[in-house]
């Protein structure tokens, strides 16, 4: 599939010609405060098949594990756009409301639900982790 977005003002684009490898929801506490709500939602997809054009700013954070998790923004508007994970390495994090399209967002995991503001219901259907998905 062709994924396709950017930021707010356009500075930074990016697109990959690929299938995702999960949409999810992440309740993680940095998530919030980066998103500036409840959660994150995430699309996982190959490092590899992505393309970014313009300048994007790096947030050095740090996850559970203790490995680095880099937080990338566009400089200019502030838009949260793309997230590595150490621990993941070839995988990277699209934002899914950066998405052009997002009719066909659809998550069917929610992670760290424990740190999960409590008015927000979880569907039913979804897989849920307290933690990440290998610590749970």
Known sequence: MKIIGGCLCGQVRYSADTDPAFVGV?????????????????IGIAKSALSIQGHVKTC??????????LRKFCPECGSPVITDVSVMPALTFLKAG????????????????????????MPETSQRFSKGPSQS
Not at 60 to 69: A, E, F
Not at 101 to 114: A, G, K, V
């Open 60 to 69: 050095h954070d740090t996850g559970d594990s203790g490995q680095p998790v």
């Open 98 to 121: 950066t998405l052009d399209d997002t009719s066909w967002i659809n998550p069917t995991m929610h992670i760290y639900c424990d740190s999960a503001q409590v008015w927000y219901p």
């Open 26 to 42: 992440c309740h993680c506490k940095n998530c919030q405060k980066q998103a500036g709500t409840a959660f994150s939602v995430v």
